[in-house]
C-alpha cells in the first residue's frame, strides 16, 4: 500500500471519527442541557423551552420559545418575574465548561422579542435595589456567564399587585452590551457588572413615580457618552382641582413637556459607592412648562432653600458644563379664589443658558453659576435676565439684573385682576433692575422709563363693577409718567424664609415699582 493510500485513510478515518465524536457529544451535550436548565438549575425560576439546537462544530446553541416562571408561583395568583421569549442565540460556547462544570460559558447571547413581566407588591419600582443583583443577575449567572448580550425588540412590564396597574413599562427595546464581566466583587457594587461599551434604544417608556404624577417618554437612544430623549411628559394623575382636594398643604402642581434632550460627552456610573454625573452639554427644545399653586391651601411653613443650598447640599457629584432651554414656554399660575380664576404670568419664546451648573459634592473651590434667560414677558415684551450664584457660598448670595421693553401693562391683567382686584393701563417703555442678596433678603436699585400709567381698582364683593372712589384716589397718588428721564428707586427687602427665591425677586420688584410710581 502506497504512502498516499495510508494517508488518506488515515484522515477519512480521523474525519469519521470527529463526525462520531461530534454525534456522540452533540447527543451528550443535549442531554446534559436539560440537565443544568431544570435538575441542576439553582435558581428560583422555572426555565422551559420548545425545541433547543446544538452544533459543536459552529459551537452554538439555539432555543426556541423559552418560558421563564418563579418556583414558587401561587396557585391563585402571579407573584414575581414571568418571561416569554421566541428565541435565544449562545453563540461560541465553551465545550469544556459546558460538559464539566455545568455552566454555559460563551461568547455572546442573542435573545429574541423577549416579554419580561414583574407583578410585586407596592407602588415602588424597586423596594430594594439589591433584588436585581440577588434575583436576576446573580441567579442567572449560574447558567449562563457571556461577554456580549445583543437584545431584540424586547419588552418590559412592571404592574403592582396591590392596585393592579402599571408602574413601569418598557416597549420595543434593543440593547448591545459587549465586554461584560460579573463577579463576586461587582456583584456587592451598585451597578452588579462592568462592561465595556453599550447602546441602548427604546421606542417608548411609561414611569408611575408616584401617586400624582406619570411619566411618559415617546423615545430613548444611547450609546456610551450620549443620549437623546424625544417627546418627554411628567403630567399629573388627576385634573387640577381633583388634584388640590388631595393635598393638605399648597403645593405647586407641574405640567411639563419638551420635545427633545440631548446629553453630549455624558460620563456617570457609581464611585466608591457614589453615583456621579457629568456632562458636556444638555440641551432642551421646545420646553413647555405650566405650574399651578392653589393659594385656598393653607401654607407649607417649611423653609424654602435658595439654589445654591439645593446644589451645594446634592448627595453625589453633578456637573453639567453648559445647559440651554431652547424655544421654550413657561406659564406661572396662582389662585387665591376658584371665582375668579387665577392669575397668570407668561414668557414665550423662551431661551436660557445656564454654564459651570454643578453640585457641591467633594468641591473645596467653583466658578459662580451663571444663567442668562431671553423671552417674551406677557405675549409683548422683551425680557433679559442675567443672574449668578456660586453653590459654594453658605450665605446662599446672588446678583440678578434685567430689563423688560415696552410692555403694555394692560397685558398684566390676567395676573393682576384676579390676584390684587387691580388694573393697569400705561407703558414701561424700559425697566430695569439690579439686586443683590441671599438667604436673608435682597437689596439694589430699579429704574422705569414709563407714560399714561393709569389704575382701576375693583369691588371686593363684585369683582366686575369698578370701586371708582378708589380708583379716583389711586389715580392721584401715581405719577402717571417719568416726564423727563427715567425715574430710580433703591430697594431692601427682608426674605421670607416660606418662601421661594421667586417670591423674593418678586417682592424686590414689586417694591421698586411702588417707590417709582407712588
Not at 143 to 166: F, H, Q
Not at 427 to 437: A, C, D, E, S
Amino acid at each position: 500500500m502506497s504512502i498516499y493510500k495510508k494517508i488518506a485513510i488515515g484522515v477519512i478515518s480521523l474525519f469519521i471519527i470527529v463526525i462520531l465524536a461530534n454525534i456522540g457529544l452533540n447527543y451528550w451535550i443535549k442531554k446534559q442541557l436539560p440537565v443544568i436548565i431544570h435538575e441542576k438549575n439553582k435558581t428560583v425560576y422555572n426555565i422551559n423551552y420548545e425545541k433547543i439546537e446544538v452544533s459543536l462544530f459552529s459551537r452554538n446553541i439555539y432555543a426556541q420559545t423559552l418560558l421563564v416562571s418563579p418556583k414558587n408561583e401561587p396557585k391563585d395568583s402571579k407573584n414575581g418575574l414571568f418571561s416569554k421569549i421566541e428565541s435565544i442565540t449562545i453563540k461560541h460556547f465553551n465545550i469544556w465548561d459546558l460538559a464539566f462544570r455545568d455552566i454555559i460559558q460563551a461568547e455572546s447571547i442573542i435573545i429574541n422579542k423577549p416579554h419580561v413581566i414583574l407583578y410585586k407588591k407596592g407602588e415602588k419600582l424597586l423596594n430594594n435595589r439589591k433584588s436585581i443583583e440577588t434575583e436576576i443577575v446573580a441567579p442567572f449567572r449560574k447558567i449562563i456567564a457571556v461577554s456580549n448580550i445583543y437584545l431584540n425588540d424586547g419588552t418590559i412590564d412592571v404592574v403592582s399587585l396591590d392596585t393592579e396597574k402599571p408602574i413601569f413599562s418598557v416597549k420595543k427595546i434593543i440593547l448591545k452590551l459587549e465586554g461584560i464581566l460579573i463577579t463576586d466583587t461587582t456583584l456587592k457594587e451598585k451597578i452588579p457588572l462592568q462592561y465595556k461599551t453599550y447602546a441602548l434604544i427604546i421606542d417608548s417608556l411609561f414611569y408611575r413615580p408616584n401617586s400624582f404624577y406619570y411619566i411618559n417618554i415617546g423615545k430613548i437612544s444611547t450609546e456610551n457618552n450620549f443620549l437623546k430623549i424625544n417627546n418627554f411628559s411628567y403630567l399629573p394623575q388627576f385634573k387640577r382641582y381633583d388634584f388640590v382636594k388631595r393635598l393638605d398643604k399648597e403645593k405647586d402642581i407641574y405640567n411639563l413637556k419638551f420635545d427633545s434632550a440631548q446629553v453630549a460627552k455624558m460620563n456617570w456610573g457609581f464611585k466608591n459607592d457614589k453615583f456621579y454625573f457629568k456632562a458636556n452639554s444638555l440641551v432642551i427644545n421646545h420646553f413647555d412648562a405650566n405650574i399651578y399653586r392653589g393659594k385656598m391651601l393653607k401654607d407649607d411653613p417649611s423653609k424654602k432653600y435658595l439654589y445654591n443650598h439645593l446644589l451645594r447640599n446634592l448627595k453625589f457629584p453633578l456637573q453639567i458644563d453648559t445647559l440651554q432651554v431652547l424655544k421654550s414656554k413657561l406659564v406661572y399660575e396662582e389662585e387665591l379664589d376658584v371665582a375668579k380664576g387665577p392669575g397668570v404670568l407668561t414668557f414665550d419664546q423662551f431661551n436660557l443658558q445656564a454654564t459651570n451648573l454643578r453640585s457641591g459634592f467633594g468641591l473645596k473651590k467653583t466658578n459662580d453659576v451663571k444663567i442668562k434667560v431671553k423671552c417674551i414677558f406677557m405675549k409683548n415684551s422683551p425680557l433679559d435676565v442675567d443672574w449668578s450664584f456660586n453653590v459654594l457660598d453658605k450665605t446662599d448670595g446672588f446678583h440678578i439684573q434685567g430689563v423688560i421693553s415696552n410692555f403694555n401693562v394692560q397685558g398684566m391683567t390676567r395676573f393682576t385682576k384676579p390676584y390684587i382686584n387691580t388694573t393697569f393701563t400705561g407703558t414701561f417703555h424700559k425697566y430695569r433692575f439690579n439686586f443683590y442678596g441671599n438667604d436673608n433678603g435682597s437689596k439694589g436699585n430699579a429704574s422705569l422709563d414709563y407714560d399714561d400709567l393709569k389704575v382701576k381698582l375693583y369691588k371686593k364683593k363684585k369683582t366686575e363693577k369698578e370701586a371708582k372712589l378708589k380708583t379716583a384716589v389711586a389715580n392721584l397718588l401715581v405719577k402717571n409718567d417719568s416726564k423727563d428721564g427715567a425715574k430710580t428707586a433703591e430697594i431692601e427687602v427682608e426674605r421670607l424664609q416660606d418662601r421661594s427665591f421667586y417670591n423674593l425677586l418678586w417682592r424686590s420688584i414689586a417694591e421698586s415699582l411702588k417707590k417709582i410710581l407712588i
